[in-house]
């Protein structure tokens, strides 16, 4: 079992940047694929990104790809959002969340793949 807790959000203008972390403790950290997902007000969970157990596989939503990175700092046991570019549609409660890996290829776009769910963290984005 891993618990996960998020930490970097705030309010940032539009065209700013900002970086979210999520720690996590129990389980060692390189046996979960993870992924970042957020909410806005009235809307569905939406997935961001993912990366495999080793951080050589990624994947991102088309609404972020070149401007979202996810990285993961498996000695730290620390996952990373670095978001650049930021804009209106950005604000959302931003969850980080990890899978049981099931080998190198494994990366997961849907929420119901994922076993742990932080807390999230507020993502408010000022025009």
């Known amino acids: 079992q891993v618990s996960l807790v998020e930490s970097g959000g705030g309010l940032v203008q539009a065209g700013g940047s900002l970086r979210l972390s999520c720690t996590a403790s129990g389980r060692a950290f390189n046996h979960y694929a993870i992924g970042w997902f957020r909410q806005a007000p009235g809307k569905e969970r939406e997935f961001i990104a993912t990366i495999n157990w080793s951080g050589g596989l990624l994947d991102y939503a088309d609404s972020v790809k070149g401007r979202f990175t996810i990285s993961r700092d498996i000695a730290e046991n620390t996952l990373y959002l670095q978001m650049s570019s930021l804009n209106s549609e950005d604000t959302a409660v931003y969850y980080c969340?990890?899978?049981?890996?099931?080998?190198?290829?494994?990366?997961?776009?849907?929420?119901?793949?994922?076993?742990?769910w932080g807390q999230g963290t507020q993502v408010t984005v000022s025009s």
């Open positions: 969340a990890a899978a049981h890996s099931r080998g190198y290829y494994h990366i997961a776009r849907f929420d119901y793949e994922y076993d742990y």
